[in-house]
């Protein structure tokens, strides 16, 4: 155990190696020059340019500034946005419990929903209940989340004025005017989530249900449902723990559209706005930030696989 | 009203009557090319306490059949007719509901492969007592105890160590015990055994079909003994019919089939055996040809386009099963071996150079492709 952790450590080092010089070498990449961006169409002398430059680095060779930005990271010191001072790592701890709220409702949501449908689907296989659930499942699946977030926010607030679609609240000011703002976007994540995930239980445990030993389970005259919970679901599981791991990984770093469309102040939201300003060093400590999750979540994942098949235990 | 003698004279009656009866059993499995025949027209009877081997190659049916038989044919294609008189219950047709309430309880199955008829995430604990608790209506700690004496009786050591283990943690040959614990739990008086032994090493077959054979006769069980070998059946069943391309081709008492075999399929089974006794480097004798395609099968004699004793007879007109000398011994062939008209069929096919009676008779090797027409 010790050595596999060891080893995912080291794995998780050489992940965030990769990408923190990735997305250093794009945000240099970027078009257009940093110091335009930021000072826009204000006065603008050669002197304050010059000192925009230097502030941010830029008149340093490349692997010289990212050098010093490793190390300084390294410290636990990411640095602190160049437009509003705040540091990056507060930046992060402020907005990281909102994003992480919408993934984990979203997931949860789009689990609750996913199994049933899944296991329906295999049990049914061929019949209009798998045709039906199928169907809707493909629909949840080609209509893009923020299509569906604009449609819930025009029935739910516009139309009939239930639920509010900005000024987001946290749950510290209040529990359930937080859920009233989290549950459309959340749900608007989930169904996409949902699709994905009914789709590969069927799959799953449509090849289960071929299995001999679920053949064993029926000669024994176990009920249906039995076999269905106790003998086939689990085996029908590992792909989907995998891709709970990465979605809910992608949802912490990628909930961007929806987070803006609902001016909800999570990581997402912080990274466009850093991005369209060019404020690199929040644009960097995000992106570790999440990557850092995304390795960290697959390694759990990974491990949790042992619980479900007792045969990869030994080895 | 009934005196107690009266019942127990009732009870000797019900011991002497078959157990199991089945007439005219064909299960088909509609697929696109058409309809396969995998068991068409099987008919037997089993008393109780008795054992009958069912033998064939791969594709014979034999598998379907003991599936049909138990009503366990799954797959939605699968269409079954005829019928299946279980202890004076007809089978055929009966809902899965009930179907379920006999399943475990009255009848069970060890299947052939012990790697993948045990759940790999479910405990050996739970597989055996599962379906206790399900029909026996039995307490948690009354199915513990149940489920480690059967892991004894079927001699497992450590049965309590056992008991908590995941099936991957035991060698083949104490996982196909697991499966055999676990076809007993319920006390089933039909036992159905699908190759039970085909999966394992050699040295653990024999110890398997023991058991099998100990605990059958303990629990006075009847048996259906499923195999493709015809050594496995020789000294454990009663009686054996041989199935090829979905029928009975013969079936006769155990010491009476292997005295006077008459099918040429049985002999060809049984020469396909191994034997110790030959010379080194004796080629094995195959049976020339495949299994036939059971979607439009050979007309005729299914087994002609194989048989070594074949003539234009059997190629045109199928042979019924017909008794033959001996007591309930039954089997369908124009020419049954043994008699001087398959003698002179098999010399003249020689004489004609056909390749499964060249090698038939060691001239030639077996081979699997035999051209469609051989006997033209």
């Known amino acids: ?111 609750v929903m996913a199994v049933p449908i899944g296991i329906l689907g295999a049990y049914k296989q061929g019949k209009w209940q798998d045709t039906v659930s199928s169907a809707a499942v493909q629909v949840a699946l080609s209509i893009p989340n923020f299509i569906t977030a604009i449609f819930f926010v025009w029935i739910f607030s516009v139309k009939l004025g239930w639920l509010p679609n900005s000024n987001w609240v946290r749950p ?72 709970i791991g990465i979605n809910f990984g992608a949802l912490l770093g990628g909930t961007v559209i929806i987070e803006t469309l609902f001016a909800i102040p999570g990581l997402g939201f912080g990274l466009i706005n850093a991005i369209s300003r060019r404020d690199i060093l929040v644009i960097q400590g995000i992106t570790v930030f999440v990557a850092t999750v995304y390795v960290v979540i697959n390694t759990i994942v990974d491990l949790l696989y042992t619980v479900i098949d007792p045969r990869i235990r030994r080895s | 009203m009934t005196t107690v003698s009266d019942a127990l004279d009732q009870r000797t009656d019900d011991d002497n009557e078959a157990l199991l009866v089945v007439d005219d059993l064909r299960t088909h499995f509609e697929v696109p090319a058409g309809s396969v025949k995998a068991v068409d027209g099987v008919s037997f009877s089993l008393a109780r306490g008795r054992t009958l081997g069912v033998v064939g190659e791969s594709g014979s049916g034999k598998t379907v059949l003991s599936r049909s038989v138990m009503g366990l044919n799954v797959a939605s294609n699968a269409h079954s007719t005829g019928s299946v008189l279980y202890d004076g219950q007809e089978l055929i047709g009966r809902p899965i509901k009930q179907m379920k309430d006999l399943w475990g309880v009255e009848m069970a199955m060890v299947f052939q492969d012990p790697m993948t008829s045990l759940n790999p995430v479910v405990k050996v604990g739970r597989q055996l007592t599962e379906h206790m608790r399900h029909h026996l209506q039995i307490s948690k700690s009354e199915a513990r105890e149940l489920a480690v004496e059967l892991l004894r009786s079927v001699r497992i050591p450590e049965p309590d160590e056992r008991f908590g283990n995941y099936p991957h943690q035991l060698s083949g040959g104490m996982r196909q015990r697991v499966s ?156 049954p071996v043994g008699s001087p008209a398959s003698q002179e069929a098999f010399d003249r096919n020689l004489e004609a150079g056909l390749p499964q009676t060249l090698a038939a008779a060691g001239r030639i090797g077996a081979t699997e492709d035999l051209p469609d027409e051989s006997w033209q």
């Not at chain 1, 050595?3 to 794995?11: A, E, F, S, Y």
């Not at chain 1, 549950?183 to 995930?197: C, E, G, H, R």
């Not at chain 2, 020339?288 to 050979?298: K, W």
Request: proline letters at 6%; charged letters at 20%.
């Open chain 2, 180 to 335: 055999i614990a676990i076809a007993l739990a319920c006390s089933p008086k039909l036992l159905f055994a699908d190759e039970p032994t085909t999966a394992l090493d050699v040295t653990v077959q024999h110890q398997i079909l023991n058991l099998l054979g100990q605990q059958q006769q303990e629990r006075g069980m009847t048996m259906i003994l499923v195999t493709h070998d015809l050594g496995v059946v020789a000294g454990r069943a009663d009686e054996i019919a041989v199935m090829y391309a979905g029928k009975v081709v013969e079936k006769a008492p155990t010491e009476t089939l292997f005295a006077e075999m008459h099918h040429p399929y049985t002999q060809a089974l049984l020469w396909s055996i191994p034997k110790t006794s030959n010379p080194k480097h004796t080629r094995l004798s195959a049976i020339s040809g495949r299994p036939p395609d059971l979607i439009n099968p050979p007309s005729g004699c299914k087994f002609s386009p194989r048989c070594p004793y074949a003539q234009n007879r059997c190629h045109e007109e199928e042979p019924i099963l017909a008794k033959g000398v001996g007591p309930d011994h039954t089997f369908a062939c124009h020419f």
């Open chain 1, 1 to 111: 155990m010790r050595r596999v952790i060891l080893h995912r450590l080291m794995r998780l080092l050489a992940t965030l190696f990769a990408v923190t010089f990735l997305t250093f070498s794009m945000v240099s990449l970027l078009p257009g020059d940093p110091v335009d961006v930021i000072l826009g169409q204000a006065d603008r002398t050669p002197e304050l340019e010059e000192r925009v430059r230097s502030d941010l680095g830029l008149d340093r060779p490349f692997l010289e500034r990212y050098g010093s930005w490793l190390g300084n990271s390294l410290q636990g010191d990411l640095g602190e946005s160049y437009i509003t001072g705040q540091e990056v790592s507060q930046l992060i701890k402020d907005r990281v419990p909102v994003t992480a709220q919408l993934a984990f409702m979203a997931i949860i949501m789009a689990v």
């Open chain 1, 172 to 243: 510290s000011d209040g529990l359930f005017e937080n859920f009233k703002r989290a549950i459309m976007p959340a749900t608007a994540l989930a169904l996409t989530q949902m699709a994905i995930f009914s789709r590969l239980v069927r799959a799953d445990m449509i090849a289960t249900l071929q299995e001999n030993y679920v053949l064993a389970a029926r000669a024994k005259g176990l009920s249906d449902r039995y076999i269905l919970m106790r003998h086939a679901l689990r085996p029908s599981s590992l792909s989907l723990m995998t891709i």
